[in-house]
């Protein structure tokens, strides 16, 4: 495999792994290994190629690692052009977590290496690797970007019981102060994007176009879900959170509700 006229000719073989962009055909074998790799993510999955291009106009290489005709490693690395960073590229920009996802220590390697060279070619000012856990070369991943989770359990008592004592008498207290939340898709959009945009612009950031969000409904429909924090009507918090248990479907919060006093309002996010 070769580059595609991304790097300069000669090929990335890391103990003979080599680098090329990943074609349409193989975007399913992509997800698919994206799935079943611990190191995998949701940020991982080849449709944020798409978002990015629809929403934001950046471009997205998908850099998919092989070796003897198997896949070992993928890694997206979105080219972003700001007229206040310069041009940068970034694997993965206005998400948490990105960089290699591989299953060998080369593969790894031999993604990092064709990432750099990408960068040298574009000449951008730097390559940043958002990575959940510490790169297994000289590059230090960059950890400015974190994700909170919880494992969703079948039994409501397992999650409820799991709190400290001081959360569920906080979470009891949102209720008794008339607080409530509503969950749903892309028909609370609207709502959930004016009360972001109000939390940032009151925080000195602007924020990103509604068409971001948008396409991350449309592309994600199952694994997505806007949460939104009312008092009698008001509404006064909105959050967008990825629920995904592999291979990436839809958990869901449901069985959470059956308990009067465990409900996502602990996912909500915002002022």
């Keep these: 495999m070769r580059y595609s006229g991304l790097v300069p000719s000669?090929?990335?073989?890391?103990?003979?792994?080599?680098?090329?962009?990943?074609?349409?055909?193989?975007?399913?074998?992509?997800?698919?290994?994206?799935?079943?790799?611990?190191?995998?993510?949701?940020?991982?999955?080849?449709?944020?190629?798409?978002?990015?291009?629809?929403?934001?106009?950046?471009?997205?290489?998908?850099?998919?690692?092989?070796?003897?005709?198997?896949?070992?490693?993928?890694?997206?690395?979105?080219?972003?052009?700001?007229?206040?960073?310069?041009?940068?590229?970034?694997?993965?920009?206005?998400?948490?977590?990105?960089?290699?996802?591989?299953?060998?220590?080369?593969?790894q390697a031999a993604l990092i290496g064709a990432a750099k060279a990408l960068a040298d070619a574009r000449r951008v000012r730097y390559l940043e690797l958002r990575s959940a856990a510490p790169l297994e070369t000289d590059m230090t991943a960059s950890t400015h970007k974190i994700s909170m989770s919880i494992d969703l359990q079948s039994d409501p008592d397992l999650l409820w019981n799991a709190y400290s004592s001081k959360h569920r008498t906080n979470i009891r207290r949102s209720y008794k102060n008339e607080l409530e939340v509503t969950s749903g898709g892309i028909e609370l959009l609207q709502v959930f994007y004016d009360v972001m945009q109000a939390s940032w612009r009151d925080l000195g950031t602007p924020l990103y176009g509604r068409n971001y969000f948008e396409e991350i409904l449309q592309t994600f429909p199952d694994n997505t879900r806007i949460f939104l924090c009312s008092r009698r009507g008001g509404t006064r918090g909105s959050g967008l959170q990825r629920i995904f248990q592999r291979p990436w479907r839809e958990c869901g919060p449901e069985a959470c509700r059956q308990r009067a006093g465990c409900r996502p309002i602990t996912c909500c996010t915002g002022k």
């Excluded at 990335?12 to 349409?24: D, G, L, P």
């Excluded at 005709?69 to 977590?97: A, D, E, K, W």
């Design 10 to 107: 000669n090929e990335s073989i890391v103990n003979q792994v080599q680098v090329a962009e990943c074609a349409a055909g193989q975007i399913p074998a992509w997800n698919d290994f994206v799935a079943a790799n611990p190191g995998g993510t949701f940020y991982h999955l080849a449709q944020w190629a798409d978002i990015n291009r629809a929403a934001l106009g950046h471009k997205t290489t998908l850099l998919a690692a092989s070796c003897q005709g198997q896949l070992q490693g993928v890694m997206p690395v979105t080219h972003v052009s700001s007229p206040f960073f310069g041009r940068i590229l970034c694997s993965m920009p206005f998400v948490n977590y990105g960089g290699p996802c591989a299953a060998t220590a080369e593969a």
